[in-house]
């Protein structure tokens, strides 16, 4: 018989888009009360890549990243993704505006291999991970370098997102030596 193995803890990442700065610090704050300390953020980027949000989230969207500083278990993502569900939920409920969704939070994990992210949503290269959740393979590391495919969202394949994701991975893989 095979000794099966425990996975090694992976790194909480959670995309953030919003309508505005400061929705996205809203988000940044919760997200801390509920998963403890970030140890990096993203700079600030707009989001431009798709009209697919302008309705709930507005025109003139932006993004972020943040990761949390206790790595996780990876099989604690769809529990993740609900609990990001439920603070999208309150973010709509205490800012101001009329959008029904100010704010939208794309939790995952990096790992030294690659990037995972959670969704709601079922599509051919997704897989059911549990609790309504399925999870794809967004990017690969390999050979120094993250590799994208034909079904990474388009932001995901630009080299300012990379360079953010190297140095979390970099941080991941002290991480995982002490």
């Not at 998963?35 to 707009?46: H, I, Y």
């Not at 969704?119 to 390999?142: D, M």
């Amino acid at each position: 018989m095979w000794e099966l193995k425990k996975p090694d803890p992976v790194k909480l990442i959670i995309g953030i888009l919003g309508c505005n700065a400061n929705a996205l610090d809203a988000a940044v704050d919760m997200i801390k009360a509920k998963f403890g300390d970030c140890d990096f953020q993203s700079p600030v980027w707009p989001f431009t890549h798709t009209e697919y949000y302008a309705e709930e989230t507005g025109r003139e969207i932006l993004k972020k990243f943040v990761t949390v500083e206790k790595l996780i278990a990876p099989d604690k993502l769809s529990d993740i993704k609900h609990k990001t569900n439920k603070m999208e939920a309150k973010l709509a409920d205490v800012l101001d505006g009329e959008l029904r969704r100010p704010v939208n939070l794309d939790p995952g994990y990096i790992e030294p291999s690659k990037l995972v992210l959670a969704s709601t949503k079922n599509f051919s290269h997704r897989i059911y991970i549990g609790k309504k959740i399925w999870a794809e393979v967004t990017l690969i590391y390999s050979k120094g370098q993250w590799t994208s495919f034909e079904y990474t969202f388009p932001d995901h394949k630009e080299q300012r997102y990379h360079n953010f994701f190297s140095q979390v991975r970099e941080k991941l893989v002290q991480q995982l030596k002490e």
